[in-house]
């Protein structure tokens, strides 16, 4: 008898693996692992999208902003990491299957619903010379692309699209407003 559950978070690579994180940034040493057993418990299955700024800029990377990010060839760098994860969505979707996103709060490339945004930011990144970054509604460069890319093949719009804090799950829990809106029977 199949057992599939035909629900699928795609998730923000940085979630499932800290190290990927840009220095000193990470909250986790491995995977934010209660949101992990809180999707499989759920019966979701994951699929993990890339990191495009450890792709694009390796992890001696400085943390930028949104406004830095927004470039013609980041976008199409992002628009071709995320081709091979939009077909597959396209087949498990064609499948039955339905799927939220979650990206990274605060993310310039992976925020699904607050950004980091400072117009500003340029030349050498010291804090004495800059104001500090400030966090805005709205999505990252690589998260705007992946759902441009999704509608633009017709594939249905995502249950849900919502940022988690990384920062802010610890081992015992994840915050209420999450758990209520991910929560489906099993």
Do not use: I
Request: hydrophobic residues 35%; proline residues 6%.
């Amino acid at each position: 008898m199949d057992k599939r559950g035909r629900a699928v978070a795609v998730v923000a690579h940085c979630l499932l693996n800290q190290n990927s994180v840009v220095k000193p940034l990470a909250s986790h040493e491995g995977m934010v692992t209660s949101l992990v057993e809180f999707l499989a418990r759920q019966g979701y299955g994951l699929v993990q999208l890339p990191c495009p700024e450890a792709l694009y800029l390796g992890m001696r990377r400085w943390w930028m902003s949104k406004e830095q990010y927004d470039t013609e060839s980041y976008r199409e760098f992002s628009r071709r990491l995320l081709e091979p994860y939009v077909k597959l969505l396209a087949e498990l979707a064609r499948d039955g299957c339905t799927y939220v996103v979650l990206g990274v709060r605060g993310s310039p490339s992976c925020a699904a619903e607050t950004t980091t945004s400072n117009p500003s930011w340029s030349g050498e990144p010291r804090a004495d010379k800059h104001p500090p970054s400030a966090k805005v509604s709205g999505r990252g460069v690589f998260m705007e692309e992946l759902l441009r890319m999704l509608k633009e093949r017709g594939l249905p719009h995502p249950l849900a699209v919502l940022d988690v804090d990384h920062r802010e799950v610890s081992e015992k829990g994840l915050p209420e407003s999450l758990v209520v809106t991910l929560s489906r029977k099993t």
